[in-house]
């Protein structure tokens, strides 16, 4: 084989470590491919298809990401359970996926919106300045969800949109890095131990 495992490390889903052995180029489909692999292990259950253009991001254009995903060890911890998207006040919110209208409402003093999608995710998308949706509103990817609200606590920018992930809720719910329903979550290869054909050729 040209390569090898796919390994996730830490908290299923939190961190990406992709062991590969290649002798060739050609790693691109591999890559695009690990952050559905990685959806499909911490959910247990369907992936999202980003390959199908499923999602998208929730800001256009593209947005820049300006604080990243980092869970906490245990769910009671700190942590920074999403992605911060830079964006500009009253910047229009996009629903990343088609869905239905979960939450609308205010929390910690700043108003945000859930999308339950198909698949069992759930997006979450805050502040918002004036959501465009209510509770039980079936959305489409792009759908537009409201307008990006200033003042999100830790953001460098003018303002920002933190774009969240998880599963469940509670004491069951399972957060994830947002960034992998678009395939942009970042991966880390590890270094080559030996040639591939040295490996071959042992076997």
Same mark, same amino acid.
């Not at 390959?51 to 906490?72: I, K, N, Q, S």
């Not at 999308?115 to 998308?125: E, N, R």
């Not at 805050?126 to 039980?136: R, S």
């Given at each position: 084989?040209?390569?090898? $495992? ?6 299923? %889903?939190?961190? $990406?470590?992709? %062991?590969?052995?290649? #002798?060739?180029? %050609? ?7 690990? +952050? $559905? ?22 800001? #256009? ?10 869970? @906490? ?6 942590? #920074?359970?999403?992605?911060? =998207?830079?964006?500009? @006040? ?25 999308? $339950? #999608? ?25 759908? +537009? ?30 957060? =994830?890095?947002?960034? =992998? ?7 880390? =290869? ?14």
């Amino acid at each position: 084989m040209d390569e090898e $495992l796919v390994r996730p490390q830490g908290a299923v %889903g939190a961190s $990406l470590a992709v %062991g590969v052995r290649a #002798h060739h180029r %050609g790693m691109a489909p591999l890559l695009r491919v690990i +952050p $559905l692999l990685v959806l499909l292990l911490a959910a247990g259950g369907p992936a999202p298809s980003a390959a199908l253009g499923t999602y998208d991001w929730p800001l #256009h254009p593209r947005p820049e990401v300006v604080r990243a995903f980092a869970p @906490p060890t245990q769910r009671w911890e700190p942590g #920074h359970r999403g992605v911060d =998207l830079a964006a500009a @006040p009253g910047q229009t919110v996009y629903a990343a996926g088609p869905g239905t209208v979960h939450f609308v409402g205010r929390i910690d003093g700043r108003t945000a919106a859930s999308i $339950l #999608h198909p698949s069992g995710f759930l997006t979450t998308y805050e502040p918002l300045g004036q959501a465009a949706v209510a509770v039980g509103d079936e959305v489409a990817r792009g759908s +537009p969800l409201g307008t990006v609200a200033a003042g999100h606590p830790g953001c460098p920018r003018t303002a920002c949109l933190h774009w969240g992930l998880r599963r469940g809720s509670g004491h069951t719910a399972r957060y =994830l890095d947002p960034r =992998l329903l678009v395939g942009a979550a970042p991966v880390r =290869l590890l270094p080559l131990i030996q040639p591939l054909e040295t490996t071959i050729h042992a076997r």
